[in-house]
């Protein structure tokens, strides 16, 4: 079993709508969790970062962390073309605050289609 | 402030050589990361740095190494270069760690012959 699975993809959804991207983690003493957004030929950037289960909003995106069913989502909400990229889900292996491994997924393709 | 600097940009090489690629952090960031990319087995964690001390290292084999200056500065190393070396290789910097934002350098793709 991966540490860190997502769906490769690629999602499509037509622009305006809310695109909803999955990631689960196999580690459960995992502390800190982020999505990267990475456009082709780039590299990641850092959108979104969680540290306690719930919601966290950032303009139009969402992220989602539920610790027991060890699961983490993104939503973007408004989805528009220039949001069309691989969506890379991270999660730190140890629980100590600065010392784990940061453990990327495969990524997403998101395609947003005008 | 300055970015994430890789260099160089682009390597061949050919199998049974061995390279040397250096990342300069932003400036104040004392953590570097270093990943390995390829299509079929996406980002994958090779060590991290701190205050030129390795804290955590990946599953990968002992012919990739690296070190960290004290300007922060790193470098990694592979040797006898194998055709599946052949990846995108991207530094990682941050203040303290890996539980914060990393900032990625532009990467050095690395072409095994």
């Not at chain 1, 499509?12 to 983690?25: F, K, M, Q």
């Not at chain 1, 069309?84 to 292996?93: D, H, K, P, W």
């Not at chain 2, 390995?36 to 804290?55: C, H, I, K, N, V």
């Amino acid at each position: 079993q991966k540490e860190v699975e997502q769906n490769s993809g690629p999602l499509s959804v037509p622009e305006g709508a809310i695109a909803s991207l999955n990631c689960t983690y196999s580690d459960r003493v995992s502390q800190s969790f982020f999505w990267y957004r990475q456009y082709s030929g780039k590299s990641p950037e850092l959108i979104m970062s969680i540290y306690s289960n719930g919601d966290k909003e950032d303009g139009r995106f969402t992220a989602q962390l539920n610790k027991a069913s060890q699961y983490v989502s993104l939503l973007i909400r408004d989805s528009q073309p220039s949001d069309s990229a691989t969506y890379l889900c991270a999660v730190t292996s140890q629980r100590s605050s600065n010392t784990g491994k940061l453990i990327f997924g495969q990524g997403t393709t998101l395609q947003v289609k005008p | 402030k300055a970015g994430v600097t890789q260099t160089p940009r682009y390597l061949i090489k050919t199998r049974g050589q061995q390279v040397t690629l250096s990342c300069s952090p932003i400036s104040g960031h004392r953590s570097v990361s270093w990943y390995q990319q390829t299509p079929g087995q996406g980002l994958q964690f090779l060590f991290e740095y701190f205050s030129e001390t390795q804290r955590n290292k990946g599953n990968f084999p002992g012919r990739f190494s690296g070190r960290q200056f004290s300007n922060s500065r790193s470098e990694m190393n592979v040797s006898t270069l194998e055709l599946g070396d052949s990846a995108l290789y991207l530094c990682a910097s941050s203040i303290r760690g890996p539980n914060e934002k990393l900032f990625f350098g532009s990467g050095t793709q690395l072409s095994v012959l």
